[in-house]
């Protein structure tokens, strides 16, 4: 099983990024599919969640309209496009993979099987 995540980086405030995340060793489609971030001296928390067959999306109320969670299961591929990022979006950006038959609640962290290793996104000027 491999999440691989990529499009982080640094970007002025106001700015936008797109992350992707790859997965492989799964079937996707079963899968709900999270974003978490873990900012320094924080919990890792969840951003945005979706179902399995993308037909319903969970934000965080700090990101809502500014985030859009998606997935590719042609491509198993999910993404989040950020938009008017702020400095306190700065965090390590994990997606996470949890089986639609156990999941029960998309915002815990213990309920996520897989993993992947994150991506940096720094939002300064």
């Known amino acids: 099983v491999q999440l691989e995540e990529s499009g982080g980086g640094l970007v002025q405030p106001g700015g936008s990024l797109r992350l992707s995340c790859a997965a492989s060793?799964?079937?996707?489609?079963?899968?709900?599919m999270g974003w978490f971030r873990q900012a320094p001296g924080k919990e890792r928390e969840a951003v945005s969640c979706?179902?399995?067959?993308?037909?319903?999306?969970y934000y965080t109320e700090s990101v809502k309209g500014r985030f859009t969670i998606s997935k590719d299961n042609a491509k198993n591929t999910l993404y989040l496009q950020m938009n008017s990022l702020k400095p306190e979006d700065t965090a390590v950006y994990y997606c996470?993979?949890?089986?639609?038959?156990?999941?029960?609640?998309?915002?815990?962290?213990?309920?996520?099987?897989?993993w992947g290793q994150g991506t940096q996104v720094t939002v300064s000027s």
């Open positions: 996470a993979a949890a089986h639609s038959r156990t999941i029960t609640n998309v915002k815990y962290i213990d309920e996520y099987n897989y």
């Open positions: 060793g799964f079937t996707f489609t079963n899968y709900y």
């Open positions: 979706i179902r399995s067959d993308g037909g319903s999306q």
